[in-house]
């Protein structure tokens, strides 16, 4: 079993619609990040999140340590919306981060 | 600062040669990671420099592999007899100790034919 599992595994949408993006972890954290990826793009950090929720923008991240378990929202999505999601948690005294696999998100217009 | 910068973005290479990679992270960072993520999967972590001292190597990190950051400022990483299970995209990260928010470079895609 995955240290990180994420889920859905792929998701596709319509222009508009709310999205939840999962994430559930089984190791002792320091703090979880949401991270988006484009084709060939490199990793940029949408949310860094210790505890409770964060909002930026069309984007809101909530996480339950307690639960080892957080979310992604994105409301009123949009087709640039369109990327792979990945949750990745941050571990050890080197701060390292283990991944999960990542979702793939497709908005259609 | 531009952010982490990696070069090259793409590199080609023929099996059995040997590549290497840079990694220049933001100027203040202390902190670098490698990573490696092969096509459908997250990625995985190859090895952590504090400044210039390489302290942490994961067991992916065969002895084809070794990597360095002699100044505590960039780092290259240079895999020797490339094999097609190298292929992947190799991303570098930074940070500062104390604060747990890392930055990543755009990555460099590896292809070994």
């Known amino acids: 079993k995955n240290e990180v599992e994420q889920s859905p595994q792929n998701l596709t949408a319509q222009e508009g619609e709310f999205i939840t993006i999962n994430c559930s972890y089984s190791?002792?954290?320091?703090?979880l990040h949401w991270l988006q990826q484009h084709p060939g793009g490199g990793i940029v950090s949408l949310f860094m999140l210790s505890s409770g929720k964060k909002k930026h923008g069309r984007l809101i991240a909530t996480i339950n340590i307690q639960e080892k378990h957080s979310s992604l929202h994105i409301t009123a999505s949009h087709p640039r919306d369109s990327a792979v999601y990945i949750c990745?948690?941050?571990?050890?005294?080197?701060?390292?981060?283990?991944f999960g696999k990542g979702i793939t998100l497709s908005v259609r217009p | 600062d531009t952010g982490v910068s990696q070069n090259p973005r793409h590199k080609i290479t023929k099996r059995g040669q040997n590549v290497t990679f840079r990694c220049d992270p933001i100027s203040e960072h202390n902190r670098l990671y490698w990573y490696r993520q092969t096509l459908g999967q997250g990625p995985e972590f190859l090895t952590y420099f504090q400044n210039e001292a390489q302290l942490e190597k994961s067991r992916l990190l065969s002895d084809r592999f070794s990597a360095e950051r002699p100044k505590g400022s960039f780092s290259t990483l240079e895999i020797q007899r490339t094999e097609q299970g190298d292929s992947a995209m190799y991303l570098c990260a930074s940070s500062r100790t104390g604060n747990t928010e890392a930055f990543f470079g755009q990555g460099t895609r590896l292809t070994v034919v």
């Open positions: 190791v002792g954290i320091s703090a």
């Open positions: 990745a948690v941050v571990t050890g005294a080197n701060s390292k981060l283990t």
